[in-house]
C-alpha cells in the first residue's frame, strides 16, 4: 500500500502555512487529532489522579489511555510506560537512580553524537559515583557513529550505554540493536533517545 502523503500532510494544521521545516531540533508538528485531543480534555474538570470523584477518575483514564497509546506506538507493556514533562527531566530521574547504584571504576558509554538530554544527566551521575565516562566518536566524513567501536568502549566494568536513534541536529541514525547487541552481552543497561527518531518513522 503506497504511503498517502498528501492525507498524512493534511493531519497537521501548521502544515498549511507553507514553512519548510528543516531544523530537526525544532521538534515536529503537531497532529490535528492530538489538538483535538488536549482540547477536549482541557474543556472538562479533571483533578488530582483519585478514585474519589469523577474529576479524579477522569485524570486517571487520561493517562491511563496515554500510556496505553505509548504503548502501542512503541510495541511495549504501558505498565513500563512513564509520562513527564520533557526527556531531559525524565533522563535525569532515570540517571540518579541508577547512578546512586554505581560505584568507583565502574564505566558509563556516551556519545558525541547525542543531545544534551542524553549526556549530561549520565555525566552527572558518573561524577557523583567516581564512574569512568567513555565517549564513542563521531566520523566527522560522514556524519554517522560507528557501531564497531563499541567493541572497544564497552567491558565488564560498563553499566550503562547512552545512544541516540536519530541525531537531532544532522539526522544520523546509529545502528542502535548491533550497539546494545554489545553492551547486553557484558550485562549493561541502555539508554536510547528515541525523541528525535520516533516521529518520523517505525519504532524497532
Not at 122 to 141: C, I, K, L, P
Not at 148 to 170: F, H, K, M, P, W
Amino acid at each position: 500500500m503506497p504511503f498517502d502523503i498528501a492525507r498524512t500532510r493534511a493531519a497537521y494544521p501548521a502544515l498549511t502555512e507553507g514553512f519548510v521545516h528543516l531544523d530537526g531540533a525544532g521538534g515536529t508538528q503537531t497532529a490535528a487529532g492530538v489538538i483535538d485531543a488536549v482540547t477536549d480534555a482541557m474543556r472538562t474538570a479533571v483533578g488530582n489522579r483519585s478514585a474519589a470523584n469523577v474529576p479524579g477518575r477522569r485524570s486517571l483514564e487520561l493517562v491511563a489511555e496515554a500510556r496505553s497509546a505509548v504503548a502501542d506506538l512503541l510495541g511495549a507493556d504501558p505498565a513500563g510506560v512513564v509520562l513527564g514533562p520533557s526527556a531531559t527531566a525524565l533522563i535525569y530521574t532515570l540517571a540518579r537512580t541508577l547512578g546512586a547504584t554505581w560505584r568507583p571504576g565502574d564505566e558509563v558509554v556516551l556519545s558525541r553524537l547525542d543531545h544534551d538530554a542524553n549526556v549530561r544527566p549520565w555525566v552527572q551521575a558518573a561524577e557523583a559515583a567516581g564512574a569512568t565516562v567513555r565517549w564513542a566518536e563521531v566520523d566527522r566524513h560522514t556524519g554517522e557513529l560507528p557501531a564497531a567501536q563499541y567493541a572497544d568502549l564497552v567491558g565488564e566494568r560498563t553499566r550503562l550505554v547512552a545512544v541516540t536513534a536519530g541525531s537531532n541536529a544532522i539526522g544520523t541514525m546509529p545502528d542502535v540493536p548491533a550497539i546494545a547487541k554489545i553492551a547486553h552481552a557484558v550485562g549493561a543497561l541502555v539508554c536510547v533517545d528515541g525523541v528525535h527518531s520516533v516521529p518520523h518513522g517505525p519504532t524497532t
